[in-house]
């Protein structure tokens, strides 16, 4: 059974630092990894998508990277805005049974 | 043009009462997702129906029962409704079942009295 993992659950930076949030799944077999934001009483906003053949997606300031085989990845965040405060999840889609297991996120919160 | 749709935004309702929540997509995808989301904010997948055939059931009590009439359209009927059921409800799509990006729907927040 595919188990997803954020540590912490929560992370407080002051405005400008650069930041790494990372996610680990237990099952390596993956079609691909995608990093989410919500913000309160939002949706879901899909940040960035990692096929299980690439090593690394960059959008703007944030940058994720896959290492499949360690089961491992990782949302890079550069200059961090207030604007920048939100959930952030972490998912892996198995094709095996076609679907989508979550972590339980990290809050963010960059201090201005 | 909003992706994923999803009504009503706010559903407060008693407990034992039947309620629907509607869902539609106009990214021309052919896969569709209910998710819910829990007071803890963990977001668990609930059902995928693919050109409206069911493809996941994940263990949810069968007072829930999704419809799809068409490809755009996943709805969720919930029977009997009990405090536990009381969560925020997310639609998604994506094109296909194997890969590519899911789309969220703005939720469905609701609360059983």
């Known amino acids: 059974k595919q188990e997803v993992t954020q540590i912490p659950a929560a992370l407080s930076v002051p405005e400008g630092e650069n930041l790494v949030l990372n996610c680990s799944f237990t099952?390596?077999?993956?079609?691909?990894l995608q990093w989410f934001r919500q913000d309160p009483g939002k949706g879901l906003t899909s940040l960035l998508l990692i096929q299980s053949s690439q090593r690394e997606q960059t959008s703007g300031r944030l940058n994720a990277s896959l290492d499949k085989s360690s089961g491992r990845s990782t949302l890079y965040i550069a200059a961090s805005q207030p604007g920048d405060s939100a959930t952030y999840l972490c998912a892996v889609f198995t094709g095996a049974n076609s679907k989508l297991t979550f972590g339980k996120g990290i809050t963010l919160s960059v201090r201005p | 043009d909003t992706a994923v749709s999803q009504t009503p935004k706010y559903l407060v309702t008693q407990m034992g009462n039947d309620k629907s929540i509607k869902c539609e997509q106009n990214?021309?995808?052919?896969?569709m997702y209910w998710y819910k989301q829990d007071s803890k904010k963990f977001l668990k997948i609930m059902f995928s129906?693919?050109?409206?055939?069911?493809?996941i059931n994940e263990t949810v009590p069968n007072r829930f029962s999704p419809k799809s009439p068409d490809k755009a359209h996943l709805n969720l009927h919930i029977n009997s409704l009990e405090l536990g059921d009381s969560a925020v409800y997310f639609c998604a799509s994506s094109q296909d079942l194997v890969e590519g990006t899911q789309y969220f729907g703005p939720g469905t927040r609701l609360l059983v009295l």
């Open positions: 099952d390596s077999a993956i079609y691909n």
């Open positions: 990214l021309g995808h052919d896969t």
């Open positions: 129906y693919n050109n409206k055939e069911l493809i």
